[in-house]
């Protein structure tokens, strides 16, 4: 199975439902559609209108974030797991570099892991190396020590996406090499498979993703879909990546 995500970040208000319902469109004609599933992850305030609305169809939605704490608590402007399931969210991004940045350190991010699979969210745990840590050819401890560091065994894999997102990729239009991103992609699963014995989680890649430049990262059979950022604003930039994927 493969993953097409797409987060709208800062973006969206309820009549962008339109974007929706085109990929939903798309999906169900979809000659391959038993091949991948569709999440979106609206802002928070747009979770609970496109759940009930996406409910029965294809595509599902998730969240951008969740807080670290289970249920309710006294910190304002904090939205707990519990609260985005009770409004029909059935994924979270977890560990976004937009979020890292802004503070959510891997002690934040473990509760996160924690509650979110607690409160029956699929989790999407985002990680990636910036770019000096890329220049001195760190990447692959960064991404190794920022999975050790969150990920227990004890979590249910089944539950968890791992996304790798260079840092330095992200809405810039620079991507990896293929060599480079086939080394990195089985380097996450040789941790992964250290962290959960046997299987690892499914891991995608995000980062400047679009329709053209996904025919090159579809011939590397390691990636099991996409973080997509930019072009999942625009149904058919996002169209073009699903149908390029395929051709
Ligand atoms: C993202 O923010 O998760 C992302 C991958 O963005 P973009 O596709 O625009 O690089």
């Known amino acids: 199975m493969k993953y097409f995500i797409g987060n709208w970040k800062m973006f969206g208000v309820p009549k962008s439902v339109n974007i929706l319902n085109k990929i939903n469109l798309f999906y169900s004609e979809d ?11 609206p802002p928070f305030t747009l979770i609970e209108s496109y759940s009930k609305y996406f409910k029965n169809k294809s595509i599902s939605i998730g969240a951008q974030n969740c807080y670290q704490k289970d249920q309710f608590s006294s910190n ?10 009770s409004v029909g969210a059935k994924y979270t991004l977890i560990g ?7 503070g959510d350190n891997d002690t934040m991010l473990k509760d996160k892991v924690r509650y979110a699979l607690k409160n029956n969210l699929k989790v999407v745990f985002c990680i990636g190396e910036n770019k000096t840590e890329k220049k001195n050819k760190k990447t692959l401890n960064v991404l190794k020590r920022q999975l050790m560091k969150v990920l227990e065994k004890k979590f249910n894999k089944k539950n968890i996406i791992v996304a790798y997102e260079p840092i330095w990729s992200i809405g810039t239009g620079q991507i990896p090499t293929a060599n ?33 430049n996904v025919k090159m990262f579809k011939e590397i059979k390691e990636i099991d879909g996409f973080l997509i950022g930019g072009a999942s604003k625009t149904s058919k930039k996002f169209i073009d990546i699903i149908k390029n994927y395929y051709r």
């Open 31 to 41: 000659k391959n559609r038993n091949k991948y599933r569709v999440i979106i992850t």
């Open 76 to 85: 304002t402007a904090a939205i707990s797991s519990y609260m985005l399931r």
């Open 96 to 102: 976004h570099s937009d979020n890292r940045s802004e």
């Open 180 to 212: 480079e991103l086939q080394k990195t992609t089985i380097h996450i699963k040789k941790v992964l498979k250290g962290i959960f014995k046997k299987n690892s989680p499914a891991v995608l890649y995000g980062g400047s993703v679009d329709g053209s």
